[in-house]
């Protein structure tokens, strides 16, 4: 690695935090991963990862120009507030971006965890050649970016690409956000194991049945599915109608080049994409339609420290 600029992207996760070393065109070199450990709290959390940044500043090539954090919001990329982190143990009005800057001697830009992991896509991965994305991450929640036109796109408030709250039922699931029938609250992964339960409690048959109840996980659907279980491929089948519901309002909406899901559950992609690129058809204008593809992301894990790192960057 021979940057000259380089920058370190940090993943900061409920469960691990992840950083490397990010070179100007997106290399990546020395890399940690630690566990959050959030119990003790920010002031606890905050000098730790200054103390594990200083390491990785150490190992760099070349002079470390910046800092970018991906988080979990909602949080302020401007003042670099993060206003509420639901997985982090008292984080509320905690200003991030200064504490870091000021331990690290260094600038610090700081994200929504999925809007740096949509940025990393766009800048070298699955929409690395094309201007306009909308980026679903399926996990334990649905998580959204959008990149319009070139540009990240987070709304003034930066609360923008949440679109795992768009309604699919009116009347629907309570979703974590408060509101009824998000997206979020039928196709996260714990939603999908969540439907197959409700399946098999009233009554329908499936070799899904033979795993306890507590075991019944999205990828357990997928895999059953693979087997020719009908039940789980008709969950599978559901999950991406709804998936395509969403995919197709914002493809009406805004005319992208490219729909990309990321996260675990893209590993049933044989069962969503096909299914997704039909309601598509079905619903949208032509012209929007023929142009938009369906594809996977292709960073994995290392998205959201890329996409930070990036921003940090073009923030200098
Ligand atoms: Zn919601």
Redesign the pocket.
Known sequence: MTSSKMTIGVDIGGTNIRAALVGEDGELGAHIKFRTESEHGPDELIPRLAEHLRGLIAQSPGEVKGVGVGCPGPLSSTTGIVYEAPNLFGWVNIPLGDRLSEALGLPVRIHNDANAATWGEFWLGAGRDVGTIVMYTLGTGVGGGLVIGGRLWTGPDDTAGEL??ICIFPDGER???G?RG?L??YASAPAVARRAREALASGRESSLSRYPAEELTAHKVDHEADAGDALSIEIMQQTAEYLGLAAAAMVNALNPDLVIYGGGMTAAKAWLFPVIERVIAERCFDAPAARVRVVAAELGDDAGIIGAAGLAMSAL
Do not use: I, P
């Open positions: 795992g709250h979703c974590s956000c509101a998000c979020e609250a």
